[in-house]
């Protein structure tokens, strides 16, 4: 059965630094991702990481958000910086592309001013 647990998020103000982490079991070897979902939005991809380690941000995000992944540890990382405002969301992970019965709880990442 796979399960995937994020968590790091938490209540952080504008201009600070997050590091979110997913940890896998009963999966492996699988490209992932990292999607969030803003209030009253729908859910939208973040970045991903293929097997061997090649990463992909998306274009409004690119240069603060970096996606990393240990293998051993079987866990995904999502480092956030200069956080705004418009990045408070549930932060999620799953493959790439994503598996509906894969979606976990996520975690709330908050942005104040």
């Known amino acids: 059965q796979v399960q995937l647990v994020e968590s790091g998020g938490g209540l952080v103000q504008v201009g600070e630094s997050l590091r979110l982490s997913c940890a896998a079991s009963g999966i492996n070897r699988r490209a992932m991702a990292w999607y969030r979902r803003a209030p009253g939005k729908q859910r939208e991809f973040v970045a991903r990481i293929s097997i061997t380690g090649v990463t992909s941000v998306a274009n409004d995000l690119r240069g603060r958000f970096t996606i990393s992944r240990d293998y051993a540890e079987n866990t995904v990382h999502l480092q956030i910086s200069s956080l705004k405002l418009e990045d408070t969301a549930v932060y999620f992970c799953?493959?790439?592309?994503?598996?509906?019965?894969?979606w976990g709880q996520g975690t709330q990442v908050t942005v104040s001013s």
């Open positions: 799953n493959t790439y592309p994503p598996q509906s019965d894969y």
